[in-house]
C-alpha cells in the first residue's frame, strides 16, 4: 500500500536560488546592441490527473532531474518503487543512496536488484545516515501498536522506530544539515488507538516537529487496490522549504475496479474451452 499511496504524495527539493551580481554594468554604445533571441521556455509534463498531490509533486520538481531517496524498514522496497514510478512520469531518475532491513534475503534481493549505495540489517547501528530528498520508513509495528504486546523495553523491534524519529527531530545543527526533506512513515492502525497510544504518538509528533511541518491520516487500502488494509501515514516537509506548508493529503480517489474484473482479464482464470 505504501508504494500505491506514495505514488500520489510528494517529493519536495530545495528552492532553486539565483546568485546576485554586485559588478557595475559595463557600458556599451548603443549602435552596437544586439537583441539576443529569448530561448524557448521550458516546457513541463502536465502531472497525470490522479490527484492532487501528484500536481504537488510535479511543482516542487520542475528544476531537478534526480530525486535521491532512502529506506528504513524497507520490506521488498516499495517506497523507492513508488518514488520511482512517480518520479519517471514527469523524466525523473531516482537515485538510492541507502537502505535498512533486517531480512537478509529480502536484503540481498533489495541490493542486487536496485544498487543501494549502502545497507545493513540493523538501522541503529548506522552511524552515517546520507543525505536524500525522500525517505520512507515502515517501522515493526508489534511494540508500538495497541494491539500487539507493547513491550518496549524487552522488544529489541522497538528501536527502529525511536532511532527514526530521533533522527528527524534532532535539534544537532550538524545533523539536521542532512535531514531529508521529506518523509513518509507508515504503521498500523492500533498506532493511534486507545488512550495510551495516542499520548505515545503525540509525543513522537512533536519531536519530528523541531524540523517539519507534520501531517498524518488514516487511509485504506481499497482506495487504491482490491484489498482493504487501514494504516496510519505521517508526512513531513522541512520547515526550511518554502514549499513546506503546500503538502495536503488526498481527499478524493481513484475508483478501483472490482477484484473479479482484475481476475477475468488473467489468462489463468479464463482457460481454453475443451474441444471434447
Not at 15 to 24: F, G
Not at 114 to 126: E, G, I, N, P
Not at 226 to 233: A, D, F, H, L, M
Request: net charge positive; with cysteine.
Amino acid at each position: 500500500m505504501l508504494a500505491v499511496f506514495f505514488s500520489c504524495s510528494v517529493h519536495l527539493t530545495n528552492s532553486r536560488s539565483t546568485p546576485v551580481s554586485t559588478s557595475r554594468p559595463r557600458r556599451t554604445k548603443l549602435a552596437k546592441l544586439t537583441v539576443a533571441p529569448t530561448p524557448a521556455s521550458r516546457t513541463v509534463p502536465k502531472p497525470a490527473p490522479e490527484t492532487k498531490l501528484v500536481a504537488a509533486l510535479h511543482k516542487f520538481n520542475v528544476h531537478h532531474d534526480v530525486y535521491t531517496v532512502g529506506e528504513d524498514c524497507a520490506g521488498i522496497g516499495t517506497f523507492s518503487l513508488a518514488v520511482e514510478n512517480a518520479a519517471s512520469a514527469h523524466g525523473h531518475t531516482v537515485d538510492r543512496l541507502f537502505v535498512s532491513e533486517s531480512d537478509v534475503v529480502l536484503l540481498d534481493w533489495m541490493t542486487s536488484r536496485h544498487q543501494y549505495k549502502a545497507s545493513c540489517t540493523d538501522v541503529t547501528k548506522r552511524k552515517v545516515t546520507p543525505k536524500v530528498r525522500a525517505f520512507g520508513a515502515g517501522c515493526p509495528c508489534q511494540p508500538e501498536s495497541s494491539m500487539g504486546a507493547q513491550n518496549r523495553g524487552a522488544d529489541t523491534r522497538s528501536g527502529a522506530l525511536a532511532t527514526t524519529v530521533q533522527w528527524l527531530g534532532t535539534t544537532c545543527e550538524k545533523k539536521q544539515s542532512s535531514l531529508p526533506n521529506g518523509f513518509v512513515l507508515e504503521q498500523v492502525k492500533g498506532f493511534v488507538r486507545g488512550e495510551t497510544a495516542r499520548r505515545r504518538f503525540n509525543g513522537l509528533l512533536a519531536i519530528m516537529r523541531r524540523n517539519y511541518v507534520v501531517k498524518w491520516a488514516q487511509l485504506n487500502s481499497q482506495h487504491f487496490v482490491p484489498q482493504s488494509r487501514g494504516r496510519v501515514y505521517i508526512v513531513g516537509v522541512r520547515k526550511i522549504l518554502s514549499t513546506a506548508n503546500k503538502f495536503s493529503f488526498p481527499t478524493t480517489f481513484p475508483t478501483v475496479p472490482p477484484l473479479d474484473t482484475i481476475l477475468e482479464s488473467l489468462p489463468w482464470c479464463n482457460p481454453p474451452t475443451s474441444r471434447m
